[in-house]
Each structure stands twice: as structure tokens, then as C-alpha cells.
């Protein structure tokens, strides 16, 4: 069955410093790959997904994410990091049942201080 | 466009007392339809989810059960609470096919059983 990992349940940086947001994934087949945001006491917010096109993945509010396979990995960056994004991230994998249905890593809080 | 509405907000139960969380889904027709429990620390856990009305999956055992009453609606419920159900809950829908569609999430509903 398809996963992920995330290392780090706690990232600090300072505001304007690059953000970098770890994720690997295990899976038997090419997976499909999502980051999500999530602001304290609301929903998830879908950021980007890769979904076997370009490896190289842009999403909302200057993140992207790069695929590689060799590596199994699917980190989450941000050249520039703004007080506005600290938040909770998931990354998350389809598990490609023929249906939608992901599994989520446990997560990781990005701390930003001024 | 497609929206997505979870209530209440909020909610403090007792031990013993019975649950009602619903969930609609406005804009999209035969949507599946999830619900994630989300405790501190451990990322999301997918409870059920549901491919058409009256089609429910359970993913683990426990003490809550879902029904689909209707093609947008989607309501968790228990009949007797426990301590370790409290918890934030979260509704999401997909499109009915493929795997590479992303889930869309609602606010959430905080339930503390107390």
C-alpha cells in the first residue's frame, strides 16, 4: 500500500528565509501526490498535486514541489517565506484504488518568526 | 461553483450521549463523499467514505457509523460517546473518478467529549 513520510513534525524559519517542507512517499506504482495547508481550526486547503505531468509542480501562494523518483520524494518549497504561511502542511498519496483516496502523512507545523 | 458545508462548528457531548455531524455538498452531483477524524499529533485518519447514496465503507472498526441519505449529504453519528471519539472531524468530497482528483475539505467540526 501506497504512503508517505514527513520528516520534521516542527519547522522554524524566519520570515523571508526558504521554506522546505519534507515529504517521501513508498509506493508499488507511479503515484499521484498532493500537498495541503491547514490554518489553525479550518479544513484542509489544497495547495498542489502531481499528477505524472511535469515533475516540476507550482502551486498557491509561491509553493512548489518537486518529484523525484529516484529519491522518493516529493519536499515542498518556498523561496520566501511570509508570516502568513505558518500553518500545519500534509502531504498526502493516492491510493490509487481506481477511486479517490488518500493517506496523509502526519504532518508538519512551519513556525515563522519575524 | 461547488461548496462545502459542515455544522456544527463546534460541540461539547458527554460521555453516553448521542452524535449527529452532517455534511453537504452544493454545486456537484455524485461526489464521493469522506469523513476524517483528526487527532492532536497524528495526522488524519479516513473513517468512511461513501461512492454513492447509501454506499458506505468503514475503514476501521470504532465507535461511530456513517450514512448517505442523499446524493450531497453525508452525516457521522454514535449512540453512545466515548472519551476517545473527541477529536476534529472533517468532511471532503471528490469527483467520482480518478484518483489524481484532489479531496475538498469542509471547516471541520471540534467535538470534545467531556
Known amino acids: 500500500a501506497q504512503s508517505v513520510t514527513q520528516l520534521g513534525s516542527h519547522v522554524s524559519v524566519s520570515e523571508g528565509a526558504l521554506v522546505l517542507l519534507r515529504c517521501n512517499y513508498s509506493s508499488s506504482v507511479p503515484p499521484y501526490l498532493f500537498w495541503y495547508v491547514q490554518y489553525p481550526n479550518q479544513g484542509l486547503q489544497l495547495l498542489l498535486k502531481y499528477t505524472s505531468a511535469a515533475t516540476l509542480v507550482k502551486g498557491i501562494n509561491g509553493f512548489e514541489a518537486e518529484f523525484k523518483t529516484r529519491e522518493t520524494s516529493f519536499h515542498l518549497t518556498k523561496p520566501s517565506a511570509h508570516m502568513s504561511d505558518a500553518a500545519e502542511y500534509f502531504c498526502?498519496?493516492?491510493?490509487?484504488?481506481?477511486?479517490?483516496?488518500?493517506?496523509f502523512g502526519t504532518g508538519t507545523r512551519l513556525l515563522v518568526s519575524p | 461553483s461547488q461548496t462545502i458545508h459542515q455544522w456544527p462548528a463546534t460541540l461539547v457531548q458527554p460521555v453516553g450521549s448521542p452524535l449527529s455531524l452532517e455534511c453537504t455538498v452544493e454545486?456537484?452531483?455524485?461526489?464521493?463523499l469522506y469523513w476524517y477524524r483528526q487527532a492532536a499529533g497524528r495526522g488524519l485518519q479516513l473513517l468512511f467514505y461513501?461512492?454513492?447514496?447509501?454506499?458506505i465503507s468503514s475503514e476501521v472498526p470504532q465507535n461511530l457509523s456513517a450514512s448517505r441519505p442523499q446524493d450531497r449529504q453525508f452525516i457521522l453519528s454514535s449512540k453512545k460517546l466515548l472519551l476517545s471519539d473527541s477529536g476534529f472531524y472533517l468532511c471532503?468530497?471528490?469527483?467520482?473518478?480518478?484518483?489524481?482528483?484532489?479531496?475538498?475539505f469542509g471547516n471541520g467540526t471540534r467535538l470534545t467529549v467531556t
Open positions: 454545486g456537484t452531483s455524485n461526489p464521493n
Open positions: 471532503a468530497w471528490s469527483v467520482p473518478t480518478g484518483s489524481n482528483s484532489p479531496l475538498h
Open positions: 461513501s461512492v454513492g447514496i447509501g454506499q
Open positions: 498526502a498519496v493516492s491510493q490509487n484504488t481506481g477511486f479517490q483516496k488518500l493517506v
